[in-house]
Every structure is written in C-alpha cells, then in structure tokens.
T-cell receptor, first 114, second 117 residues
C-alpha cells in the first residue's frame, strides 16, 4: 500500500523555466515531508523539507508547498538549470522525522533541456 | 560531508545462493541504518531498521529469515539475501543516520542492483 505517490514519472522542462513536481500522500498522520534528488549511480541526497505546521518553505531556487487538506505537496524549481536533471523523490515521515523512517514516492525523472 | 559506501553496486547470482550487501558509513558513526528495496517504477520501500548492537526491526511483509541484517559496528551494516530467487531481483539501498539527527540528515548509499538468475 503506497502511502506516498508521485504520479508523474517524468517531466521535461526548458532551461530557465519553472519545474513543478507533485506528490500526494494518504496518511494524515505524516507531519514531516522531504524532497530528495538522485543522480545516476549515486544515492539520493537531501534537497529540502517542510514541517506540517508550515505551508511553504523556500531555499534558494527550491520551494516546497504543502496543502494538508488536500494531502498534497509540490516542489518548485525556479529557474531550472541543466544540472537539475535528476530523479526527485518525495518522502514523508511521522514524529517530525526524528525516527528517520521515511515513506518514499516512486520518483519523477526531470530533464532540463538547454 | 557524510558518506555512505555500499558494496557491491551490482551483483548477479544463481538461484538458491546467498548474497551479502555491505553498507559502511565512512566518516561518521551510524547508530541507525535503514534498508530499502526498489522494484522498477516503484517507490523505495523500507525493509528494515537496524540499530547498532541490536536486532533489526523488519517492516510488515518482509521475511526476516530471508533478509538477514547485521549491524555489528557503528560503521557497518550488512544485508544478506539468503537462498535468493528471481523474485528477489531488485535494487537495494541503505541509508544511515546519527543518534541525534533528524530525517533530513539521512545519508544514502548508491545502492546495489541484485539480479538472480
């Protein structure tokens, strides 16, 4: 039973434009959400997170939005750069993430074209 | 930054044999390590949580006798797939954290691709 879903397996975007990645979850008890980025032959690396007490968190070109009522979060990358081409995983956790146990989505492959 | 090394990155074995995958934290002590499995086009699924010096905690539906996890030191956890069968073919990945850290400082290995013939 997948509790975290990324329904778009791939996304192609032009350099300089905005990339929007979406993620839905089913467990209303999740209270901490994260985005990871993965390059080929490497492990996922942490990108940005958000607590359920917030609806937005921004870090440079990356912004995560959380809509608790819709159980939906999104990652915005503005402007997109070729180096952003990677697989992006959405993850959710209980207890503020303190236990480290994460539920992942299946990932979205982002390709940024020049 | 923290580095987790996972070995081997790719392994092929015959059905019925056992395969061991190692996960090492290279520059920090990993009190807790997590093992995940990913089938094609599916999510990373948590298999088990291992704490140094104690038995691993397995997620529902994961056979503990099939997937043996050992976390004997603060820098090494191993996953042994026993009597592997073709349906065990998958991508296995580990992550590590320190005692006081939250989820956002989990460090992942690069993963191990297992193919069982």
């Amino acid at each position: 039973d997948q509790q975290v879903k990324q329904n778009s397996p791939s996304l192609s975007v032009q350099e300089g434009r905005i990339s929007i990645l979406n993620c839905d979850y089913t467990n209303s008890m999740f209270d901490y959400f994260l985005w990871y980025k993965k390059y080929p032959a490497e492990g996922p690396t942490f990108l940005i997170s958000i607590s359920s007490i917030k609806d937005k968190n921004e870090d440079g070109r990356f912004t995560v939005f959380l809509n608790k009522s819709a159980k939906h979060l999104s990652l915005h990358i503005v402007p997109s750069q070729p180096g952003d081409s990677a697989v992006y995983f959405c993850a959710a956790s209980l207890f503020g993430g303190s236990w480290g146990k994460l539920q992942f989505g299946a990932g979205t492959q982002v390709v940024v074209t020049p | 930054g923290a580095v987790v090394s996972q070995h081997p990155s790719w392994v092929i074995c015959k059905s019925g044999t056992s395969v061991k995958i190692e996960c090492r934290s290279l520059d920090f002590q990993a009190t807790t390590m997590f093992w995940y499995r990913q089938f094609p086009k599916q999510s990373l699924m948590l298999m088990a949580t291992s704490n140094e010096g104690s038995k691993a905690t397995y997620e529902q539906g994961v056979e503990k006798d099939k997937f043996l996890i050992n976390h004997a030191s603060l820098t090494l956890s191993t996953l042994t797939v026993t009597s592997a069968h073709p349906e065990d073919s998958s991508f296995y990945i580990c992550s590590a954290r320190t005692r006081s850290s939250g989820a956002n400082v989990l460090t992942f290995g690069a993963g191990s691709r297992l193919t069982v013939l």
